[in-house]
Structure formats: structure tokens, C-alpha cells
């Protein structure tokens, strides 16, 4: 599996990932690669800022082989759409508004976007209540 950054032609940033480079030339090639916030299938790699680019050996946690992996993946789409559909899309500023929220210097309400490991770290450490949102790999069999 190969993790992209990528980028729709509304400036969404998303990882996306892929069994192989071919495999996400390909699926974009047949506009099957579409951005989870805009649903745009204008979508390109992202050039990585050096200072959130992630080394190659940054590991993930991943499973394989439930009885119920089906149902489980389709769970955790369920989960991401209702997010993404009904939550304020922040982008880069999420932690800062999540904290802001958590501290009362905001409206309640859902958001969602990316932060970086340390901000995660930082929000967790200020006690702020978040998840994390899953980016499953394209359905291929
Ligand atoms: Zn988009």
C-alpha cells in the first residue's frame, strides 16, 4: 500500500491510499479518484511542505481478516460521510478551532479537518475531545 497527498481543484487536501503508484494512475485516469469533502475527481498529487511530510517509515496501524471486515469497513464509511456531511470543514486550522471550541471561545459545533501529529499530541495533552477519521483505501477486490 502507497499513501498520496492529494489535492482536488477546490484546495482540499487528502491522503488517499493506493496498492501501488500504477494502481492510483490508473483509477485517476478512470475518475474514480474523488476528494472526500467536494466529491471533485480533479484531483492531483500534493506537494508536500517539508515541514508536514512524512517520512516513508512512519508507520500505520492497519487490519486484516475479520470475519466482518466488510461490515466493519462499511461502518466506518458510514462514519466519515456523516462527518464530512454535516460537520464545518476547517482544513489546517483545526486544531486551533477544535481548542477554541473545547475552551468555550467558539460555538459548539462539529468540524473536521488535518492536523499534524504534534498539534494531535497538544489536543490530547489540553484534554480535547476528537477522533480519528479514517481514510480507507478504494474498494478493490
Ligand atoms: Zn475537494
Same mark, same amino acid.
Given at each position: 500500500?502507497?499513501?498520496?497527498?492529494?489535492?482536488?481543484?477546490?484546495?482540499?487536501?487528502?491522503?488517499?491510499?493506493?496498492?501501488?503508484?500504477?494502481?492510483?494512475?490508473?483509477?485517476? +485516469? /478512470?475518475? $474514480?479518484?474523488?476528494?472526500?469533502?467536494? %466529491?471533485?475527481?480533479?484531483?492531483?498529487? *500534493?506537494?508536500?511542505?517539508?515541514?508536514?511530510?512524512?517520512?516513508?517509515?512512519?508507520?500505520?496501524?492497519?487490519?486484516?481478516?475479520?470475519?466482518?471486515?466488510?461490515?466493519?469497513?462499511?461502518?466506518?464509511?458510514?462514519?466519515?460521510?456523516?462527518?464530512?456531511?454535516?460537520?464545518?470543514?476547517?482544513?489546517?486550522?483545526?486544531?486551533?478551532? +477544535? /481548542?477554541? $471550541?473545547?475552551?468555550?471561545?467558539?460555538? %459548539?459545533?462539529?468540524?473536521?479537518?488535518? *492536523?499534524?501529529?504534534?498539534?494531535?499530541?497538544?489536543?490530547?495533552?489540553?484534554?480535547?475531545?476528537?477522533?480519528?477519521?479514517?481514510?480507507?483505501?478504494?474498494?478493490?477486490?
Amino acid at each position: 500500500m502507497i499513501t498520496f497527498a492529494l489535492l482536488c481543484d477546490n484546495q482540499h487536501r487528502f491522503d488517499a491510499w493506493f496498492r501501488s503508484a500504477e494502481a492510483f494512475d490508473e483509477q485517476l +485516469a /478512470r475518475g $474514480i479518484v474523488s476528494c472526500p469533502v467536494c %466529491a471533485s475527481i480533479k484531483v492531483e498529487k *500534493a506537494l508536500m511542505a517539508p515541514a508536514v511530510a512524512r517520512s516513508g517509515s512512519d508507520k500505520v496501524t492497519v487490519s486484516s481478516g475479520h470475519p466482518q471486515q466488510a461490515e466493519i469497513r462499511e461502518l466506518l464509511r458510514a462514519m466519515r460521510r456523516k462527518v464530512v456531511s454535516e460537520a464545518d470543514y476547517v482544513g489546517d486550522r483545526f486544531a486551533e478551532e +477544535a /481548542r477554541k $471550541i473545547h475552551f468555550r471561545e467558539a460555538d %459548539a459545533r462539529g468540524i473536521y479537518g488535518e *492536523a499534524t501529529r504534534d498539534e494531535v499530541a497538544g489536543l490530547i495533552d489540553d484534554g480535547v475531545d476528537f477522533l480519528p477519521l479514517p481514510n480507507l483505501p478504494d474498494e478493490h477486490n
